[in-house]
C-alpha cells in the first residue's frame, strides 16, 4: 500500500524533474528476470521503477537501512539488505524467494556507483546476478542509463535484448558457464552504451 502511495507521490516529480525517455520496452519478458545496469546515482532505482513502471526489487547496502525510519521506506519500495563485505547468502536466498513469487529485481553488477563521466566504461562487474539468474533459470535484461540523473536535464534509459541462461545441468552451472554469461552482460551492456554515443 505504501509503495502505491509512494509510486503516486514521486511519479510527477520524477517525470517532470528528471525527464527521462525509455528505449526498448516491448523487450522486456513477460515472465520474470533480472535487470542489470549500471549504476549512475541513489536515484536509479527509483527513475527505473517510476519510468518502467513496474516495481522493482533491489538490493541495497545495508548501512543505507540506518536509522530505521529510512530503513522502513526503503524496504517499501522494494529494498533489501546486502552486506558488500562478503558473499551475503541472506541477500541471495531473498533474491531467490522474489523470483519464486514473480517479482523483477534490479541489480547493478559494479556493486556502487560509477563515478566517471556519463557512460563511461563499467567499473569491474560481480557475477552474482549471474549466478542468481542461471540458478533461478530467468533471463537477464542489459539496461543502461545514459546519465546521471540531473534536475531538468533529459535522459535516456535503453533496454537492451533478454539473455537467457545456457547451462548443460540447469540450476548447477560450471565456472565456465557463469564467466561466459557474465562476459555476454558486460559485452551486452557496453554494446548499448556505445550505441548511445
Same mark, same amino acid.
Given at each position: ?10 511519479? +510527477? ?5 528528471? #525527464?527521462?525517455?525509455?528505449? @526498448? ?19 536509479? !532505482?527509483?527513475? +527505473?521503477?517510476?519510468?518502467? @513502471? ?5 538490493? *541495497? /547496502?545495508? &548501512?543505507?537501512?540506518? $536509522? ?8 517499501? +519500495?522494494?529494498?533489501? /539488505?546486502?552486506?558488500? @563485505?562478503?558473499?551475503?547468502?541472506? *541477500?541471495? /536466498? ?6 519464486? /513469487?514473480?517479482?523483477? +529485481? ?14 563511461? @566504461? ?17 533471463? =537477464?535484461? #542489459? %539496461? %543502461?542509463? &545514459?546519465?546521471? $540523473? ?8 535503453? =533496454?537492451?535484448? $533478454?539473455?537467457?541462461?545456457? !547451462? &548443460?545441468? #540447469?540450476?548447477? $552451472? ?5 564467466? *561466459? ?17
Amino acid at each position: 500500500m505504501l509503495y502505491i502511495i509512494a509510486v503516486i507521490v514521486l511519479f +510527477l516529480p520524477i517525470t517532470i524533474f528528471f #525527464p527521462t525517455k525509455i528505449i @526498448g520496452k516491448k523487450k522486456l519478458p513477460k515472465r520474470p528476470y533480472i535487470i542489470v545496469s549500471n549504476h549512475t546515482s541513489n536515484f536509479d !532505482c527509483i527513475v +527505473l521503477d517510476i519510468r518502467l @513502471g513496474k516495481k522493482l526489487y533491489f538490493m *541495497a /547496502k545495508k &548501512e543505507l537501512f540506518k $536509522p530505521k525510519i529510512k530503513g522502513f521506506f526503503i524496504k517499501q +519500495l522494494g529494498g533489501y /539488505k546486502v552486506d558488500r @563485505g562478503g558473499a551475503d547468502l541472506g *541477500a541471495i /536466498k531473498t533474491s531467490f524467494k522474489l523470483l519464486k /513469487k514473480k517479482k523483477i +529485481l534490479a541489480i547493478f553488477p559494479e556493486g556502487t556507483r560509477n563515478k566517471a563521466r556519463d557512460i563511461d @566504461g563499467l567499473l569491474s562487474v560481480h557475477n552474482g546476478a549471474i549466478v542468481i539468474a542461471q540458478k533461478a533459470d530467468v533471463p =537477464i535484461v #542489459p %539496461v %543502461v542509463i &545514459e546519465k546521471r $540523473p540531473k534536475i531538468f536535464r533529459r535522459n535516456r534509459i535503453v =533496454i537492451g535484448d $533478454p539473455i537467457f541462461p545456457n !547451462c &548443460e545441468t #540447469p540450476k548447477h $552451472p560450471t565456472k565456465e558457464e557463469t564467466d *561466459a554469461m557474465t562476459h555476454e552482460m558486460v559485452s551486452a551492456i557496453n554494446d548499448l552504451r556505445q550505441n548511445l554515443r
